[in-house]
């Protein structure tokens, strides 16, 4: 096997894994949507299999934030899809019985059995905004996260800085996977959550050349990329015992409770990290092309993670679990959701568009193909599809409406011809935007081949 093909054998590992884990995420979409939909409302929210968000109604009706949740109406809630059938089926003004699990001080556990009655939900304002922005950030950016993470590596499977790039993509999408039930899902959120950290610092060191610190003093970072790798061993450990049941952290029980202090710190020193070298290197570096690039970079993903590092450190300071909502005003954590979904489009965007790691001309050339070929078969099939309806409803309703049904006919074949000048129109404007130093190229040597044709002497 060619050396060239070698780096597509784990890449093609990791690309099994995080479908499965996207596809797993997917099957949550109806449910979820059923439920957003639902008229009901519970005095408290689920999170990864815990109560958190308990409203004054639950408080009082012995509800605690952090209590497993067991049963609801004696029904086994063993993953999302069980607790969103149940969701479903309560009624409203009716006590509903729940079963809980609760941990005390000493660490032993009880069984808790208490009732709570469901509401009418709310529909004003904030409920249909958060609705429509909690959708969007949890199914739309792992989504992109981790299409965009794979396609760079794709383009470029023997670049360092490429597969950074995954890891920070698949760290990331990691923010808009928690809290799910589903084994596989938390075995994956476990997993690259805890490389995000790790490849965002190496990312912010290496991209889009090495820190001449790093140059001058190499080991300084293994101050940090040392316990960082031990993070992920941690994890990997983690996951092992999860799927097999043997209990291992009972032989590292001692470096856990040291390392599970100084997670947190670590983790944060290493994004921070990032944004220091990129900083730095903005406006040091002699290329002025790679210092906007950092620039758009450095700026872009500094307004994309400055509001939720500050409710990430309210969450540490209170050490209760829950969602933005809980430490933040409702229009802060809305904000806050909105911003983080520029972290992955600066990316995109300065790699993509600013050409930071030279894949933009497989990007335009797919563009350029998809548009030429198969925008103009989509059309075309809906057109047809369109003109089918026109055809099937004449003949359905015919002598309703003569004229009308005849325009509509003449109309829709006359339009056949022009989608071809259409798609040409709007892969100039791709071009134009996105792609301006190519297009002005391909248009110099069209216009100059059209001059070379009308010179009948030598000379000229």
Wanted: with cysteine; hydrophobic share 50%.
């Amino acid at each position: 096997m060619k050396k060239r093909f070698l780096p597509y054998i784990p890449l093609g590992v990791l690309f099994v894994f995080a479908a499965a884990v996207i596809v797993t995420h997917f099957s949550t979409l109806v449910p979820n949507f059923r439920n957003a939909s639902n008229p009901r409302e519970v005095p408290f929210s689920i999170y990864s299999g815990k109560l958190v968000s308990i409203t004054d109604d639950g408080v009082k009706a012995g509800l605690k934030a952090g209590d497993k949740v067991v049963a609801l109406n004696g029904v086994e809630l063993s993953n999302d899809v069980i607790w969103n059938e149940q969701f479903e089926a309560l009624a409203i003004g009716q006590p509903t019985s729940i079963t809980l699990e609760r941990s005390d001080s000493s660490g032993s556990k009880e069984t808790i059995e208490t009732s709570f009655t469901p509401t009418e939900r709310k529909r004003d304002l904030s409920f249909y905004a958060s609705t429509v922005i909690g959708f969007t950030f949890s199914y739309f950016i792992p989504t992109f996260c981790i299409l965009l993470g794979f396609w760079v590596v794709v383009v470029r499977p023997n670049d360092f800085l490429a597969w950074l790039l995954l890891f920070i993509m698949l760290g990331f999408s990691c923010t808009a996977l928690e809290g799910s039930q589903s084994r596989l899902v938390q075995t994956y959120t476990s997993t690259f959550f805890t490389t995000w950290a790790l490849s965002m610092m190496l990312f912010g060191i290496y991209f889009p050349e090495r820190l001449s610190f790093d140059v001058r003093f190499p080991w300084v970072k293994w101050l940090i990329v040392g316990p960082l790798l031990l993070q992920v061993l941690l994890a990997v450990i983690g996951t092992v015992e999860r799927f097999t049941g043997a209990n291992i952290f009972v032989y590292f029980e001692g470096l856990v409770r040291i390392f599970a202090r100084l997670a947190m710190p670590i983790n944060m020193l290493g994004i921070g990290l990032f944004f220091f070298c990129i900083g730095w290197k903005s406006g040091t570096l002699v290329n002025p092309d790679a210092r906007r690039r950092l620039r758009l970079m450095m700026i872009g993903t500094a307004v994309a993670m400055t509001p939720s590092f500050f409710i990430i450190i309210l969450r540490i300071i209170s050490g209760k679990p829950g969602a933005f909502t809980d430490f933040v005003p409702f229009w802060f954590a809305i904000i806050a959701l909105l911003l983080m979904m520029l972290f992955p489009l600066t990316m995109a965007y300065v790699i993509v568009v600013q050409r930071a790691m030279d894949v933009r001309v497989v990007v335009r050339q797919g563009l350029q193909y998809a548009f030429a070929k198969g925008g103009i078969r989509v059309l075309q099939f809906l057109l047809l599809l369109g003109i089918g309806i026109g055809v099937w409803w004449t003949i359905n309703n015919y002598g309703a409406s003569i004229p009308l049904q005849f325009a509509f006919i003449v109309v829709g074949i006359a339009m056949l011809p022009l989608i071809d000048l259409a798609i040409r129109h709007l892969r100039v404007f791709i071009d134009r935007r996105f792609f301006r130093e190519a297009y002005n190229a391909e248009k110099i040597l069209s216009d100059l081949s059209d001059d070379v044709r009308t010179m009948v002497e030598t000379k000229p």
